[in-house]
């Protein structure tokens, strides 16, 4: 599987940007899919995740009410909407691929593929 994250940029505080995730190279609904990011210094940190169906989504509290995690099987991407920026968003983002998951996981090390990621940087 091979997963490449766009939609990235510089944005202000307070803005919107829709990453998206497209994947190559495997049945695409056969697996969950999940979102992360890793400000500089940090760790790399769950952001929220969609099932193998699109069904269900899991967003971590720092973000939830302002993104949206959605998926479009028809054209194997997945999408992170981001609304209401704060310059504490500002992370590489990465999209990863867990093909032994039934429900969402937060653990990045379950994980089976990963992006390169995309820069997202909020200026206040």
């Known amino acids: 599987v091979e997963l490449v994250e766009s939609g990235g940029g510089l944005v202000q505080a307070g803005g919107s940007l829709r990453l998206s995730c497209a994947a190559s190279g495997r049945t695409f609904s056969g697996y969950n899919m999940g979102w992360f990011r890793q400000a500089p210094g940090k760790e790399r940190e769950f952001v929220g995740g969609?099932?193998?169906?699109?069904?269900?989504?899991y967003l971590v509290d720092s973000v939830k009410g302002r993104f949206t995690i959605s998926r479009d099987s028809t054209k194997n991407t997945v999408y992170l909407q981001m609304n209401s920026l704060k310059p504490e968003d500002t992370a590489v983002y990465y999209c990863?691929?867990?093909?032994?998951?039934?429900?969402?996981?937060?653990?990045?090390?379950?994980?089976?593929?990963w992006g390169k990621g995309t820069l997202v940087t909020v200026s206040s």
């Open positions: 969609v099932t193998w169906s699109g069904s269900s989504t």
């Open positions: 990863a691929a867990d093909l032994r998951s039934v429900d969402i996981s937060d653990y990045a090390l379950g994980y089976d593929y």
